[in-house]
């Protein structure tokens, strides 16, 4: 997967982060290829480059990716992250927000 060659920074707002949780068993690593796939899938979809920055935070594997989506225009943005929403649902150890800062980054 292709990284966001910009470093993360505290005080940014993202316009997607999805964090990838564990609640004493690990990370969901399926969840994490998931996202992967779709972002490929997007970039070819889209004619773009989807990048994101990874943020390791725990001892389990939990990290937080940070999207800016610069790339995609606003549609595409919103499309993007609907799909991402719809994907984990369901899922417990990925939570999603929009908007946002990242409290993990230490800069």
């Given at each position: 997967?292709?990284?966001?060659t910009?470093?993360?920074?505290?005080?940014?707002?993202?316009r997607?982060?999805?964090?990838?949780?564990s609640?004493?068993?690990?990370?969901?690593?399926?969840?994490?290829?998931?996202?992967?796939?779709?972002?490929?899938?997007?970039?070819?979809?889209?004619?773009?480059?989807?990048?994101?920055?990874?943020?390791?935070?725990?001892?389990?594997?939990?990290?937080?990716?940070?999207?800016?989506?610069?790339?995609?225009?606003?549609?595409?943005?919103?499309?993007?992250?609907?799909?991402?929403?719809?994907?984990?649902?369901?899922?417990?150890?990925?939570?999603?927000?929009?908007?946002?800062?990242?409290?993990?980054?230490?800069?």
């Amino acid at each position: 997967m292709m990284n966001d060659t910009m470093p993360p920074n505290k005080e940014e707002t993202y316009r997607l982060i999805v964090s990838f949780l564990s609640i004493g068993e690990g990370t969901d690593a399926n969840a994490f290829s998931q996202m992967n796939a779709y972002v490929e899938e997007q970039n070819v979809a889209t004619r773009s480059t989807i990048k994101y920055l990874s943020v390791p935070w725990g001892r389990e594997g939990e990290v937080d990716c940070l999207f800016r989506l610069s790339s995609l225009e606003q549609k595409q943005q919103e499309a993007f992250v609907a799909g991402l929403i719809a994907m984990y649902k369901e899922n417990k150890l990925v939570q999603i927000s929009e908007s946002a800062k990242c409290p993990r980054i230490r800069n």
